[in-house]
Each structure stands twice: as C-alpha cells, then as structure tokens.
C-alpha cells in the first residue's frame, strides 16, 4: 500500500529558528515522485518542489532544502532563519510511476512566532 | 500563465439546496482535477479530467455530485441536494502533461463551501 505520513500535526518556533517538517512514505513502486506543497491561511496550494525516485540530491532554495533518503523512505523540509511569513499548512504528496493521483499526507501547520 | 482560478471563493448554501462550481485552468493545462478538503486533512481526490473525457471518479464521488468539462477547458462541479458534510472546501488543479516536470499538479485557491 502506498502512504505519507506527516507525524508532525504542529510545529511552533520563534522566527529565526530553522525548522524541519518530517516526510515519511510508503510505496513498493522503484518509481514514484515526490511534493511538497505550502498552504497559507488564503488556502491555496502552492507547489514546492518535485523529486522523482532516482535523483537522491538534496535541494536547496533560497531558506528552503530538501532531504531525500530512500533508505529511510523520507523526504524531510528544512526552512533555515524562518520567517513569519512561512507560517502555514505544509503537505508532502507521493505519486506511483503508474497513475497521476497524488497521495497526500495529513499535512504539518507551522507556526512561527515574530 | 495566469493561474488557476477558481469561482466563488466562498459559498453559503442550506441543506437540500444545489451548488455550482467553476473551475478555469491554466491555459494549456489539458488534465484537470477536483479534490475535497476538509479542515486538518490533506485534499481527498475526488475527479480527473482529460480533456473534455472523465477518466476517473473518486468512490467518494456520490451520485449528488457530478462534474463536466465540455470543452476541454473550464469544469464545473454541482452537488446536488446539499448535505452539511459536504462543507468542505473544493480545490481544482490543472497539469499540463505526462513527461518529466509536466506532471505537476498547480492548485487554484478553492472553493469554500458552508452547508447551514
């Protein structure tokens, strides 16, 4: 069975800190791909960043990098020196080789305090 | 490209009533999707559209709900005979194609829906 899971439900930190919101994945598939999403309060999804199953290099954006380790199934997010701004609503979504759909994981609100 | 948009933002219904929604995808975008969301929850997917053709429907898509895109280009999504756990808000997402990056679903800001 294919699933993400988000254990972190809420994550709260003074801005400046860095912070990671953790990504955990089920799949038997060798190719799938992975998303992160951000979810302000307006509610709109806002993509991130894609990472398919046979690029294991981490990603760097600006604040934002991306940790990608199949031999833990995970693909955790680091914002560094964060920022009021990027309180929100963050989701990490897998998709098989074999369809479209997105698997969804229950999401983490990050909370940044100024 | 403009985004994807997404009309009503909000829509305050009672119980038994019939809604509409409409969707415009980003230009190009010939695969779009409708998902469900509910607060604390990730989206729930509830259709895709290729083109004009629905090529998959959600179980969770009851026979109150149906959803056309009749020209390939905008969809609407009606439920009928409202029910207060329909209240939920309605995503729509576009992607262009299947190779590589194209695969990226962009998300419009949804509609939010109150069933009273």
């Known amino acids: 069975a294919q699933k993400v899971t988000q254990a972190q439900t809420e994550i709260s930190v003074v801005e400046k800190e860095d912070v990671t919101l953790d990504c955990v994945y089920e799949t038997r598939d060798t190719t799938y791909y992975l998303f992160w999403y951000k979810q302000p309060p307006s509610g709109e999804l806002v993509f991130l960043i894609r990472r398919n199953s046979f690029d294991e290099q981490n990603e760097i954006s600006g604040r934002y990098s991306w940790n990608f380790q199949k031999s833990t199934s995970s693909f955790n997010f680091t914002i560094t020196a964060s920022q009021v701004v990027d309180s929100a609503v963050y989701f990490c979504a897998l998709r098989m080789d074999s369809n479209y759909q997105l698997i969804w994981g229950a999401g983490t609100k990050l909370i940044i305090k100024p | 490209d403009t985004g994807v948009s997404q009309d009503p933002r909000h829509k305050i219904t009672k119980r038994g009533q019939n809604v509409t929604f409409r969707c415009d995808p980003i230009?190009?975008?010939?695969?779009l999707y409708w998902y469900r969301q509910t607060l604390g929850q990730g989206p729930e997917f509830l259709t895709y559209f290729q083109n004009e053709a629905q090529l998959e429907k959600s179980r969770l898509l009851s026979d109150r709900f149906s959803a056309e895109r009749p020209k390939g280009s905008f969809s609407t999504l009606e439920i009928q005979r409202t029910e207060q756990g329909d209240s939920a808000m309605y995503l729509c997402a576009s992607r262009k194609g299947t190779s590589g990056s194209l695969d990226t679903q962009y998300f419009g800001p949804g509609t939010r829906l109150t069933v009273l």
């Open positions: 230009s190009e975008h010939n695969r």
